[in-house]
C-alpha cells in the first residue's frame, strides 16, 4: 500500500474534537503520501482540518481532540501504536514542527538560546556542544549576530526573526519532516517571501520534507511539489503541483486557483467563492462541495464521489468526469 | 444542580430573616437561670446559651441582622464605588489618577485592619461596622468597574451616543453602566459573602454587633467558650455563615458562568474515545 | 522599579496620615483615659497634656509621632503609661510565627494543589479538591479555629492547647495549630489562583511547541508552565498576605495566645490610641512591605518587566 519512498503515509484517518456546540467530525478519512525530500502543501479554508491533520501526525493532541479512526505510518512505523514514551524520541529528531504565530510560541520567560539549546541537551547532546551547535542554527537561518540573539529573550525580537528561531529549533536535530503549520500567516509580506526562501534552501541542503499547510494557493504554487487541497474534512484533489495548476480536476480547486490575485489583473474583478463550507457537527452524505458546487447535480448528493486517478501523480475525487 | 440548591437556600435564608418573629418560638435575648446549656430538647429545638436563652430563636433572629448588615456594606461600596470607578473610567487623566492613588491608600492595609481603625474612631457598633466595612470594599468594585469601562468606552455604541450629542452623565449611567451591571452584580453576590465573614470576624473580636443582640458572629464569642459543654451554641451560627457563604459563591459563580459562555466548560470527549490501540484492528 | 519603590514610600507616608487623622476622630478625651476615672486637679490635667503632646497642634503631633518612629519609639500608652514599644515586644514574635509559619504552609500546600487540579481538570479529582476550597473559604479563621480545638478535645482530652513555652521548639509546637487554622482559607483561595494560572498556561502555544520538540511532560509542565503560571499567583500571594496579619487577631484570642491581636483590640475598645496607631502602623508597613518585595521578586522572575 505504501511505496518504500514515502516518508510519511496517512491512511483513512478520522479526527473528531469537542467545540462549545458538540461533537465536530474536522477530519473524514483522508490518504495523505509525503515522499523523502518533497515539499508537500496541505490547502484549504480555515476549519476544514488541516492543521488537526498536522497535529495528528505528532499526536500533539489536547484534552478536546480524539482521534477515531485510520493509520499514519512513519518510516513504516505506526504512530498510533507507539508508546508515550517513544513517541516522545520522535518529536523533535525525527518531525518536528513549526507554528503559525511565532510571537506566542516561544517561552516569553527564557532566552531563545535557552530554548534552542534545550532541544538539543534534550535529545542527549552535551551542554558545551549544544551551545555551539545553537550559535551555527541560528547562523543558518539568518539570525544575525547569533552570539549575541542566543541572550535576547522573544519578547526583544520581530516575529520574522522568531519564525527564524523557531526553524532553527525545528531542524535542530536534523528530522526528516518538517511540519509547517501556516509558517508565514501572521509575519509581514517581505518576511513571508524571505522565511519561504529560507525553507526551500533548507529542504534543498538537507534532504529533508516539509508539509506545508497554508490557506494560500499561492504559497503552494511557489514552493511546494505536490499538494492536497482539502475541503471539510476531507481530501478533494491531490497531486502534482504543476500538473494541477495547469488541469484543476475538482470544481473546488479551480475555484481556489480562480481566487488568487495575479498580475496583469488589475481592474477586474477577484473570483470569490459563495456560499460557506458545511456544518462540520452533522454527518455529510454526498459530495462536501455540492451545495456550493456550479456543476452539482442530483447524484452529487447521494453518494461521496469515488476516488479517480487521471495519472500516477494526479488524483481528484468528484462524479463530474472529463 | 447546586446552583437551584443554593438559591434555594439563599432564599430560605432571607424568608427567616423577614418572618424571624414568627418562625421564633422565644424571645431570642429573654434569660432564663433555670436553663442553661440545656441540650436540644423539644422546648429547645438547639438548646440554650449560658444565660438560658433559645439558640434557635436567636439563630432566626440573628440572620435578619447578618443578612441586612451585609447587604449594607455592600450597598454603601457600590454606592461610592461604582460612580468612582465609572468616572476614573471614563474621564481618565487627573479624575483616574486621584482616585486610583486614594484606593492604592486604602489597600495598603489588610482590609479588616482598616475597619477596625475605623471603629477605634468612630466607636463600636454594627452601623460603624458597617460603614466601615463599606468604605473598605470601595477600591476593590471601583477598580473593577474602571476596568470594564476601559473596555466599554472604546465601543461603537458610546461613540454613537456621542456623536448624537448626549450628556457625559447620561453616557456613564444609561450607556455604559447598563452594560456592565452584569458583571458587577456577579461581584457584588460575592461581596455579599464576603461581607457576612468579615463582619462576623468583628463581631466575635466584640467591635461589631453588640451584645445581646443576636447575630451569627456575637452568637460564636457566646458560644466558642462553652464548647463542650454544648456544642450547638457555636455550631448553629456556624454551620450557618458557612452555608451562607457556600451558597452565595456557588451563586455567583453560576450565574457569572451563565452570563460568560466562554468560560462554560466543554462536555468531555471522554465518553466517545476509545484507547488507541483498539484503533489498529 | 523605581516607580514601584517611589510609590511604597507616598502610600506608607499617606497611609500613616490616615491612621492619625483617624484615630484623632475618637470622640473620647485622652486625658479622661490617661487618668481612668481618677479624681484630679487642673494642675494634673496640665502636665499630662504637656507629657503627651496634647498641648500641640495636630500637625506638631504627628511630625512628633513620626519621628519618634523613625527613632523606633512608637509612643506611650495612655492607660499603662509605659512606652508602645516595651509593651508589645514580647508579642511580636507571636504575630510574626503565627503569620510566618501560616504562610508557609498555605504555599506549601496550594501551590502544589493547585497545580494538580489543574492537571487533572476536569475529572472528579478536579471537582473535589474546588469543593473543599469552596467549603474553607466560606470557613472564617476563628470558626477553624473553634472546630479544630473542640475535635482534638474530643478525641484526646489532654493535647496542651495552653501553656508555656520555653524552647524555641516548644514556642513552634504551641503555634502550630493555629498556624493551621489560620491558613485554611489562604490555602483555599492560593489554590485556587495557582489552578487557574496554571490552566492559563497550559492552553498556551508555547506549551504545544515545547511538546512539539521532544520534552518529556515533567520539563513541560515544571520547566515551561509552571514558571509563566507562578507569576501571577506572586502578585495575588501579596495581596492575600493582609489575611493572613488580620487572621492572627482572630486566631490568637481562640487558642489565647499573647500577641499583638488582644493588645490592639483591647486598646481599640478603651480608646488607648497611641497603641492603636503604634500596632496598627507596624502591621501596615509590614504588610506593605511585603507586597513590595513581592513585587520585586516578581520583576526579576519577568524579563519582560525586568529589561523594560
Known sequence: ???????????????????????????????????????????????????????????????????????????????FSLSEREIQALRGSEVSMIFQDPMTALNPLYTIGYQLEETLTNKGVKKMEAAARAVKLLEDVGVNPPESRKSQYPFEMSGGMLQRVMIAMAISCNPKL???????????????????????????????????????FGIVAEICDRVSVMYAGGIVESGDVREIFRDPRHPYTSDLIKSIPRSGTRGTLLATIPGTPPDLLREINGCAYAPRCRYASGVCAEAPPPPRSISESHSYACVRGT | MPLAVSL?????????AVFAEKLATHDPNRLDVTHRLDAP???????????????YSRLLHGSRITILSAFGVVLISALIGIPLGIAAGYFGGLADKVFMRMFDVILAFPSLLLAFVFVAAFGRGITNAVLALGIVYVPMLARLTRSLVLVEKNKAYVEAARSIGYSNAHIMMAEILPNCVDTLAVQMTLDIGYAVLDLASMSFLGLGVQPPTPDWGAMLEDGWIVMTSNPFVALAPGTMIVMTVVALNIFGDGVRSYLDPAQKKLPSIRKYRRPVRDLRK | ???????????????????????????????????????TNPQTVANIRREFNLDKSYFEQYRAWIGGILRGDFG???????????????????????????????????????????????????????LIQLLLVACPPFLTSILMIWAITAVAPTFPFVGSYDTFWQFLRRIFLPSLALSFS?????????????????????????????????????????????????????????????????????????????????????????????VTMLLVFVFMTISAILDIAYCVIDPRIRLT
Open chain 3, 76 to 130: 506611650v500608652s495612655f492607660r499603662y503609661r509605659r512606652p508602645v514599644t516595651a509593651l508589645v515586644k514580647d508579642r511580636v514574635p507571636v504575630t510574626a510565627g503565627i503569620v510566618i509559619m501560616s504562610a508557609v504552609i498555605s504555599v506549601l500546600v496550594a501551590i502544589p494543589t493547585g497545580i494538580f487540579a489543574a492537571l487533572k481538570r476536569n475529572t472528579w479529582i478536579d471537582t473535589g479538591i474546588s
Open chain 3, 186 to 278: 489562604m490555602i483555599a483561595l492560593t489554590s485556587r489562583v495557582t489552578r487557574s494560572c496554571m490552566m492559563d498556561q497550559l492552553q498556551a502555544n508555547y506549551r504545544t511547541v515545547a511538546v512539539s520538540k521532544g520534552l518529556p511532560p515533567s520539563a513541560v509542565i515544571f520547566r515551561h508552565c509552571l514558571k509563566n503560571a507562578i507569576i501571577p499567583v506572586i502578585t495575588v500571594l501579596g495581596s492575600q498576605s493582609g489575611i493572613l496579619i488580620v487572621g492572627s487577631v482572630l486566631v490568637e484570642k481562640v487558642f489565647s495566645l499573647a500577641g499583638l491581636g488582644s493588645v490592639l483590640i483591647d486598646a481599640i475598645k478603651a480608646s488607648d490610641y497611641p497603641i492603636v496607631q503604634g
Open chain 2, 8 to 16: 434555594l437556600f439563599l432564599v430560605g435564608v432571607i424568608i427567616i
Open chain 3, 1 to 39: 522599579m523605581a516607580d514601584r519603590i517611589l510609590q511604597y514610600i507616598v502610600v506608607l507616608i499617606a497611609s500613616s496620615a490616615v491612621i492619625f487623622i483617624l484615630v484623632r476622630m475618637n470622640p473620647a478625651d485622652p486625658v479622661a483615659v490617661i487618668l481612668g476615672g481618677r479624681q
Open chain 1, 1 to 79: 500500500m505504501t511505496s518504500a519512498n514515502d516518508l510519511i503515509s496517512i491512511r483513512n484517518l478520522q479526527v473528531s474534537l469537542m467545540s462549545a456546540r458538540g461533537l465536530v467530525h474536522a477530519v473524514r478519512g483522508i490518504d495523505l503520501d509525503v515522499q523523502r525530500g518533497e515539499i508537500h502543501g496541505v490547502v484549504g479554508e480555515s476549519g476544514c482540518g488541516k492543521t488537526v491533520t498536522a497535529k495528528s501526525i505528532m499526536r500533539l493532541y489536547d484534552e478536546n481532540i480524539m482521534l477515531s479512526g485510520g493509520h499514519i505510518f512513519f518510516e513504516g512505523y505506526d504512530m
Open chain 2, 41 to 55: 430538647s423539644h422546648e429547645h429545638p438547639l438548646g440554650t446559651d449560658k444565660t438560658g436563652r433559645d439558640i
Open chain 1, 178 to 216: 518538517l511540519i509547517a503549520d501556516e509558517p508565514t500567516t501572521s509575519l509581514d509580506v517581505t518576511v513571508q517571501a524571505q522565511i519561504l526562501d529560507l525553507l526551500t534552501r533548507l529542504r534543498d541542503g538537507r534532504y529533508m520534507s516539509i508539509l506545508m499547510i497554508t490557506h494560500n
